[in-house]
């Protein structure tokens, strides 16, 4: 494998679909000196607060800052959130036209308390999520197949970003069989449903995950990639990337013995908050570029240890992760 920065260029441009579950995250920043009387718990004094795109809306996001041009598939509800939402995702050209509205649902958020002492770093106290329960309307549910469908017939890759935040995995598993049809790229992150993907183009799950599909524990990287090769087999998938945190990548590609990789850099993590949705958005860039396999995941490697030295939901742009891959 060559360098990898030339490589970097060659993700703007690729027309990218994120279907799943858009979150919208709140960032809520304070100070704290005082106890309250009415319970023993810090009072938190309000001085600021963030919107920022959450779930398969943080994936659009990296698309977006790698130069892809990303469009967004998902359900918001009628409220304040999702208009939020929806502005987050045009101020960062993220085509929102697929963003529906869905009947009786609200617009799953999770908001995050920082706080601190006066001249420290903010540390996050309490995590509130408002999530969406409510089954979605057999009409919500065509609408929205019949809205992805055409999506998809226009783009180069899709990737479904299956949060398991609504119920709707028994459509995102329809679209990646019609995206497939068509001989589109469809790459998976599923939390609870993965072993439902069968036959897309790639799944790229962290361990936790694989370990839920497949019921066992992996306490090893030979373990990982034996589970990375299982899920290619078992699948028929054409690759199966397993992040593992600071241990990096277990790669399972049709075709080629499995490898591992090593986490990029020797920085602890600052924050691993949607690492998960950089490496996916990367990785799918560079296979939608025709990129090998091994050099996507390697790039989409660098890119994760770059947001991870962000705080809260962060992307990666092209300038950091060229910056990156020179000074290594």
């Known amino acids: 494998m060559g360098p990898l920065s030339p490589l970097v260029s060659q993700l703007s441009g690729r027309r990218i679909t994120v279907v799943g579950d858009p979150v919208l995250d709140v960032y809520l920043y304070g100070s704290t000196d005082r106890i309250s009387r009415e319970a023993p718990v810090l009072i938190v004094k309000e001085e600021a607060r963030e919107h920022r795109l959450g779930g398969a809306a943080n994936t659009a996001a990296n698309v977006a800052a790698l130069g892809g041009q990303a469009s967004l598939l998902g359900f ?77 017939a226009a783009t180069e890759a899709v990737i479904i970003s299956d949060y398991g935040e609504v119920s709707l995995t028994d459509c995102y598993v329809e679209l990646a069989h019609r995206a497939r049809a068509l001989g589109k790229i469809v ?50 998938l054409e690759v199966a990337l397993v992040t593992r945190g600071r241990e990096g990548m277990a790669l399972a590609q049709k075709g080629a013995p499995p490898m591992l990789l090593p986490a990029h850099g020797k920085k602890d993590a600052l924050d691993v908050t949607g690492a998960g949705d950089t490496v996916t958005a990367t990785f799918t860039l560079a296979l939608a570029a025709g990129l090998p396999v091994e050099s996507a995941a390697r790039l989409a490697n660098v890119a994760a240890s770059i947001v991870v030295q962000k705080p809260g939901t962060a992307t990666c742009g092209p300038k950091e992760l060229l910056a990156e891959l020179e000074a290594s």
């Open 187 to 236: 790459v998976v992150d599923s939390r609870h449903a993965l072993t439902a993907f069968r036959g897309v183009s790639a799944v790229t799950p962290n361990e936790p995950e694989v370990e839920e599909a497949l019921g066992r524990r992996l306490h090893s990287p030979e373990a990982s990639l034996a589970a990375a090769q299982e899920l290619l087999e078992t699948l028929q």
């Open 76 to 152: 918001v509800g009628d409220d304040r959130d999702g208009d939020a939402l929806r502005k987050e995702a045009e101020a960062l050209s993220i085509d929102p036209r697929g963003l529906l509205l869905r009947e009786g649902g609200a617009t799953v958020t999770k908001t995050r308390i920082l706080a601190g002492a006066l001249h420290t770093r903010r540390q996050q106290m309490l995590r509130i999520d408002r999530e969406n329960e409510r089954p979605v309307s057999a009409k919500d549910r065509a609408h929205f197949l019949e809205v992805a469908s055409q999506a998809v």
